[in-house]
């Protein structure tokens, strides 16, 4: 029975952190830096942009980028 977080997991109340390298991966088990990895990820969450947001700052780029050629 598990609990599927965004980027942590809770496994019959044992809370991990699974992160994801460019070549491999590590799991963080000790609760006080799970702790610190979900407050990392929830700061990136909430500062994170809405999708229409992303697709209009991409487009003023892509019209920017154009406009310098």
Same mark, same amino acid.
Do not use: C, P, W
């Given at each position: 029975?598990?609990?599927? #977080?965004?980027?942590?997991?809770?496994? +019959?109340? $044992?809370?991990?952190?699974?992160?994801? +390298?460019?070549?491999?991966?590590?799991?963080?088990?000790?609760?006080?830096?799970?702790?610190?990895?979900?407050?990392?990820?929830? #700061?990136? $969450?909430?500062?994170?942009?809405?999708?229409?947001?992303?697709?209009?700052?991409?487009?003023?780029?892509?019209?920017?980028?154009?406009?310098?050629?």
């Amino acid at each position: 029975m598990s609990e599927n #977080s965004g980027s942590y997991r809770n496994f +019959h109340s $044992r809370a991990a952190s699974q992160l994801e +390298h460019y070549r491999s991966s590590t799991t963080i088990t000790d609760a006080t830096d799970v702790k610190d990895y979900q407050t990392a990820a929830d #700061s990136v $969450r909430k500062a994170a942009l809405s999708a229409d947001l992303t697709r209009s700052l991409i487009a003023e780029i892509a019209d920017e980028m154009e406009r310098l050629k």
